[in-house]
């Protein structure tokens, strides 16, 4: 199915950091920033996927590339 997706990230505090929207036929891609344009600080980070209504919840790991 190709219908609305938007994926919600937050900080441990349950605060917002970034809201991703897209399309379930394509890959969404998280470039570590904030909404404000600043990196995120490296950790895990709790994030609701919407999907055409249905919500799905996860955690994922922001690390630090290697160089």
Known sequence: ????????????????????????GNTIFWDGKDRFGNVARFGLYPYVYLVDGVVKQGQLLHIRPQR
């Open 1 to 24: 199915s190709n219908g609305n997706i938007e994926i919600k990230i937050f900080n441990m505090a349950g605060e917002l950091v970034e809201s991703i929207p897209g399309n379930s």
